[in-house]
């Protein structure tokens, strides 16, 4: 089942369409990604965070 709760970054309001009824940004999902010990691509998700943060 896929979440359908989705969040728009600029303006936080919660909405289930793909735009913002607010403002008409992109929406997000609003659920964090699932946990694995396991997981092999963290170190890729941390590198791509740093370079968003260093790009803003």
């Not at 303006?11 to 997981?39: I, M, Q």
């Not at 998700?45 to 790009?55: G, H, P, S, T, Y």
């Amino acid at each position: 089942m896929r979440f359908l709760l989705r969040k728009c970054p600029k303006c936080g309001t919660y909405t289930l369409k793909d735009t913002c009824p607010k403002c008409g940004s992109e929406t997000r999902a609003a659920h964090p990604s699932r946990f694995s010990p396991e997981d092999k691509y963290v170190k890729y998700r941390v590198i791509m965070r740093e370079l968003q943060k260093a790009d803003q």
